[in-house]
């Protein structure tokens, strides 16, 4: 028989913090309320805000209107709808994001949106990072939000591995520009792997892996040495691949990759 922690009796007192961290003398575990409740795995951020508008979130037994209040995570008792905050099961998914869905939860221009391919998983993951409308590739989606946000912080160097369709024939010297990195419109950006696979009459496929996470970035590299992107798919993040799944489908992360994953982001 598996054994269950008994359910905790809510505190009759009101939150302890209603002022940022840097206000409290001791070190204690401090997020806002609609962190609380998107990083236990329940929804987004967005979703969050408007639970806590419709007066469905109680911390110590009192109904909170401000997703902003600060929240003691050792000394606070949220609920949501009755039921306690707790923290779920961390879950790593990746997507094969086909071209034509957005990285949103939602769109307001009523597009298909990436979470409209995850039928099935019963709890609430976040993008790693985002995909253009009209590129497709490895899409890495979790609860866990400290991974996410190490995966997506430029100073760790994470390489993510792009198939480029280009117009035009690419030259060598165009090429090493993209090697030794060019100027964007917010800087310069590193230096780039990038392997020419081959020329057709009309346009150049090669390889480029990148260590940042620019909006548009590899689109507008292109365009910096004067070509454009005919074709784009994201095929690696770190040790992860396409490697034997369908467009449009996902599957669960091996505890393997897991591993390897947080390893890299703690380096």
Known sequence: MTRRDPPRRPPTKRPSVNRPPEADGEKRPLKTLERVLSKAGFGSRTEARSWIGDDRVAVNGLVMRNPDQWIDLERDYVTLDGKEIREQARRYILLYKPKGYVTTYKDPEGRPTVYHLLEGLDQFVAQVGRLDLDTSGLLLLTNDTQLAEALTNPERHVPKKYLVKSSGLLTEEQLESLRRGVDLSDGPTRPAEVTLLRHTPTCTFLEITITEGRNRQVRRMLEAIGSKVLKLVRVGIGP????????????????????????????
């Open 240 to 267: 992860l691949t396409l490697d034997g799944l369908s467009i449009g489908k996902f599957r669960e992360l091996t505890a393997e990759e897991v591993s390897v994953l947080l390893a890299m982001t703690r380096e």
